[in-house]
């Protein structure tokens, strides 16, 4: 598609060195092109332009005409205008500096943020994250309408995105303290269906519960859905039902006050990858590879949530 111009931001330059130093031959050397180059670019601007920029004299250069005279004004002041555009491309792309907008799926973000801020903040202290805690489906939108440059989320909700694998989690059964089954060891979906299942009123996170009972062929226990992860786990802990979930923490105390435990699940069922969504077609910016490095470094540890790798290195993320 044309932009209806006709003339380059090169041509330009060519003109406005070629005025400054007034003369062709010597405008190409320090532009690094040929003389025929420069004096090509030159009329053909002048030709798109409908006016005669400069004047050529016999073994004694060039000189601006009126209308080139004006013209040099307003040709210095586009150019300046494009090495600003530039400088700041180059800013975007490249330096860890400045505003990144991520996503977070809000049942991982009480898992995962905290850490991934203070990780950043040492290692990157002039990145700034301004970050977002929605359900899978507005994670999504958020993608789509460039509002977030990527999202921290499971593969089952990333849709169309391209995704970046951090980790393979395997799920776990949440139960309260005083739960009989599971004392001993693994504890299988048929034991646990005989109570209700909590779990998020998230539509993508109940397809995906759905999904793993029919895989094991145990039939659905009943649904109790909540808002917040926090909600689930204190649901969980007055003995509601269960959870299923695939980030572990080292908390059994609820803001409630009552108490849980985690309990492998004996079903061979497979795990989910966590990692980052991004759309397709997108580049990451120098802020959002330097957030996966980040992410990627942060490895789930048993029992405890997610902590600093040891020795994180370069390359951990796989895409």
């Known amino acids: 598609m044309s932009d209806g111009l006709g003339f380059s931001l090169a041509q330009l330059r ?33 030709r798109q332009l409908g006016v005669q920029l400069l004047l050529r004299h016999h073994a004694r250069g060039v000189s601006l005409t009126p209308s080139g005279h004006r013209l040099l004004v307003e040709a210095r002041d586009l150019l300046g205008r494009a090495r600003h555009l530039k400088a700041s491309g180059d800013a975007l792309a490249g330096n860890v500096a400045g505003r990144l907008d991520v996503g977070f799926l809000s049942s991982l973000a009480p898992f995962l943020l905290p850490g991934a ?21 507005r994670l999504a939108e958020l993608l789509r309408e460039g509002r977030c440059e990527l999202a921290v989320t499971y593969d089952f909700l990333a ?29 299988s979906l048929a034991e646990l269906a005989t109570r209700p299942l909590v779990t998020l009123d998230d539509s993508d996170v109940v397809r995906h519960s759905e999904k793993l009972f029919a895989e094991a062929g145990v039939p659905l226990p009943r649904m109790i859905e909540a808002a917040g992860i926090e909600t689930v786990r204190g649901l969980v802990a007055a003995g509601s039902g269960f959870a299923l979930m695939y980030p572990r923490t080292e908390a059994r105390t609820t803001l409630g006050g009552g108490t849980v435990r985690t309990v492998a699940v004996a079903d061979d069922l497979p795990p989910v990858s966590l990692g980052v969504a991004v759309m397709p077609g997108l580049a990451l910016s120098g802020r ?16 405890a949530g997610f902590a600093e790798a040891p020795h994180p290195a370069p390359g951990r993320v796989r895409t």
């Open 14 to 46: 060519y003109f406005v060195v070629s005025a400054e130093v007034g003369n062709i031959s010597e405008a190409a050397e320090k532009l690094c092109a040929s003389q025929s180059t420069v004096s090509a670019a030159v009329m053909r601007l002048e």
């Open 117 to 137: 801020h203070r990780l950043a903040r040492r290692r990157y202290p002039d990145l700034r994250l301004a970050t977002r805690e929605e359900g899978g489906g």
């Open 159 to 187: 849709g169309d995105a391209r995704f970046h694998t951090l980790h393979r989690l395997p799920v776990h059964a949440l139960l309260a303290e005083g739960e009989p089954v599971g004392v001993d060891g693994p504890v």
């Open 288 to 303: 959002g590879t330097a957030f996966l490095d980040v992410l990627g470094s942060m490895v789930p540890t048993p029992g």
